[in-house]
């Protein structure tokens, strides 16, 4: 696990990180915001915030999830352009899928494999391509028997 | 590059191990060496003539067989095999792998003389259910024909089978069978251009 924390940290309890894929990386910069709440699955996944970044309750982040709140490729005019990003509770954010600033993600939505998320994504929806589109809704009642369909694009 | 080691590992014998001659090529010198000391040690089936360059990641818990000239190169990230329980893998004569990641749960099949390019990830299982993160996800076997080329970043998904000298473009997230001599790309992949196979 490899973290750069120079602005605010918060994180809740049993949040869980797995670094054996690809370590974990928490970058916060100066005056930014991240936060982690309660019941967190962080596997291998990037954090990049520059401005505010917010995670809800049992959100899974897959290996190579990378989620950022700035569009900083290394030009200080390009890190002032930043929009905080939400992610909200029981959220689910699949292998190598990018999220881009400004993005609120819905709560129990699922981000598919190898997406770019640029818009933000309804509650309960499965979102997956380049750019992220909305696939279908998962079911919103609790139906434990129901069989859930492929996960991914 | 000349071979800096060939040793005949006696220590693999007791493992059931069938055939265990590794040869680890210079390039990273004794750490390759110990590395291939170490993968013949977790193998089910070793072939001859094993190249690793770089440090790999082996993680072994079900049925890895690897073929005869195989490398496992590990410029950009280190290449990592992880085989579940009861899960298997096969990689095939004169595959070349270059800082990959093959996660098994079931069953990943690689074909003879293919070629992957670093960052490609194979995933076989969904490794939980997309309602109910609780619940195991789905499993499919991964089957990848002979000669088949995948360009760099590719994902592949569970359930795919890539038919013989098909080539994926890179970046592309296989969901679906790619035919035999396709070409194939974008994300999802869709097949831009069939091809005759040799």
Redesign the interface.
């Given at each position: 696990m490899q973290e750069l924390i120079e602005g605010r940290l918060t994180m809740g309890n049993r949040v869980r990180f797995w670094s054996t894929i690809m370590p974990v990386q928490l970058r916060v910069a100066e005056q930014a915001e991240l936060r982690i709440a309660d019941n967190c699955y962080i596997n291998g996944a990037i954090i990049a915030a520059h401005e505010h970044i917010s995670i809800g309750q049992g959100v899974y982040l897959a290996p190579m999830a990378h989620i950022t709140d700035s569009y900083a490729f290394g030009s200080p005019e390009a890190e002032a352009r930043t929009a905080p990003v939400h992610i909200a509770d029981h959220a689910w954010i699949a292998t190598r899928a990018i999220v881009l600033p400004g993005v609120r993600i819905g709560e129990g939505a699922v981000v598919g494999v190898g997406a770019l998320v640029t818009e933000d994504v309804p509650d309960r929806a499965i979102v997956g391509g380049v750019p992220a589109k909305v696939i279908r809704y998962l079911n919103t009642g609790e139906e434990p028997g129901e069989p859930s369909e492929t996960e991914v694009v | 590059m000349k071979p800096s080691v060939s040793i005949n590992w006696p220590a693999v014998q007791d493992q059931s191990n069938t055939q265990v001659w590794a040869k680890a090529y210079a390039g990273s010198g004794l750490w390759s060496w110990w590395y291939a000391r170490r993968l013949a040690r977790q193998t089910k089936q070793l072939g001859r003539g094993l190249s690793i360059v770089g440090r790999p990641v082996v993680i072994n818990a079900g049925h890895l067989v690897i073929g005869n000239d195989v490398q496992l190169i590990s410029d950009y990230?280190p290449t990592?095999l992880a085989v579940g329980p009861q899960a298997e893998l096969k990689i095939g004569d004169g595959t070349v792998i270059n800082s990959s990641?093959i996660?098994a749960q079931q069953q990943v099949l690689i074909g003879k003389h293919c070629r992957l390019a670093p960052f490609v990830?194979f995933?076989d299982s969904?490794f939980?259910?997309?309602?109910?993160?609780l619940a195991d996800?789905?499993s499919g076997p991964i089957i990848i024909d002979d000669r088949v080329v995948i360009g760099a970043?590719t994902?592949i998904?569970r359930g795919v089978t890539i038919g013989e000298g098909a080539e994926l473009l890179p970046?592309s997230?296989v969901?679906k069978d790619i035919p035999a001599g396709a070409l194939a790309g974008g994300?999802?992949a869709k097949v831009m251009e069939r091809r005759s196979v040799d």
């Open positions: - | 990230q990592r990641i996660a990830h995933m969904d939980h259910d997309v309602g109910d993160r996800g789905k970043h994902l998904l970046g997230v969901t994300v999802p």
